[in-house]
């Protein structure tokens, strides 16, 4: 990892070769096409696309299964998809930002891939791995392809500096998932958009807040009852399961929520900040929550 964001490297050639794939499988049936993705695409991957095959992707047949479900929207993106690099000094600034609030923060290279619309962004030890597809919404959006959880979460590809810097706070947090819970796990993902939002003016989930500050109290009652446990399933990752009545992912708010409130209470910016990133585990994040002094 680098100490100077100048060093990162910004890495798009996955999107140039998906849509080489892209093209040379146009009007070829199922076969030829995940054959034309795996030789074109997965297997010319750079590093980045490598893990994220690992992570996301999983295969060629999976993810041309998505593309044939949704031929219109994957159409859509391909204009976003590629002015990513028009967003370099947007992104480097960010995280020159970044290091000016947390003096010890490295930054790994950054990878923009085309995966099957499961994650708009994740990490691995090779640098930050962002779904490019999640970020690349315009106003060409063929809604009837898409569920609600999508028509929430899709961005458009200038909101895609603000997922980068929501990853790389991913890497800079102390935290080992093998002590897990709800609560460890939701303080995780709100400490990034919390002080993804310090260093940028703007966190990735601006519609969980809309809803969650009309139903601060009664979400907090609702998660304080479920946030020592390991099953995340009402509250994060749970995308198919979003409604009209309630959105997905609400474990990102109340995490915010507490990380918000533990920085207010601390008188020293910079400790506080170091204070969220230190916290370890699920059971530390215990502790964290008693001195936030939130829901109480």
């Known amino acids: 990892m ?11 050639s996955d999107i140039d070769n998906f849509w080489l794939a892209y093209d040379l499988s146009e009007g070829k049936n199922t076969e030829e ?8 695409y997965l297997a010319k991957g750079s590093t980045g696309l490598k893990d994220f095959i690992d992570a996301r992707i999983e295969s060629a047949e999976g993810l041309v299964e998505v593309i044939e479900a949704r031929p ?6 391909r204009e976003s998809s590629n002015r990513v690099l028009e967003l370099t ?7 020159h930002n970044w290091k000016q609030l947390y003096d010890k923060a490295v930054f ?4 923009f891939l085309i995966g099957k619309m499961t994650s708009g962004g994740t990490t691995s030890s090779n640098g930050l791995l962002i779904g490019t597809e999640i970020s690349c919404r315009t106003g060409n959006l063929p809604k009837d392809e898409l569920n609600e959880w ?4 899709l ?8 997922i980068v810097i929501h990853e790389l706070i991913h890497t800079q947090q102390a935290y080992d998932y093998g002590d897990n819970t709800l609560l460890g796990q939701s303080i995780n993902e709100g400490a990034a958009d919390f002080l993804g939002e310090l260093a940028t003016g703007k966190h990735i989930n601006p519609h969980l807040h809309v809803y969650g500050d009309a139903h601060e109290s009664e979400l907090w009652e609702s998660f304080s009852k479920d946030m020592l446990q390991t099953n995340f399933d009402n509250w994060l990752y749970n995308g198919g399961r979003s409604t009209a009545e309630r959105p997905a992912d609400l474990g990102y708010y109340v995490g915010y929520k507490i990380c918000e ?9 910079k400790a506080a900040i170091e204070g969220i990133l230190s916290i370890k585990n699920g059971s530390d994040a215990l502790r964290f929550l008693r001195e936030s002094g939130y829901g109480h």
């Not at 096409?33 to 074109?40: M, T």
């Open 2 to 12: 680098n100490s100077d964001p100048d060093e990162v490297r910004l890495v798009t």
């Open 33 to 40: 096409k995940v054959n034309i993705f795996e030789s074109e």
């Open 72 to 77: 219109r929207y994957y159409t859509s993106i």
């Open 89 to 95: 000094d947007q992104i480097r600034g960010y995280m």
């Open 108 to 111: 790994p290279d950054v990878y």
């Open 150 to 153: 999508y028509l929430e979460v």
């Open 155 to 162: 961005r458009p590809v200038e909101d895609i500096p603000y």
């Open 261 to 269: 409130a533990y920085y207010e209470k601390t008188s020293d910016n």
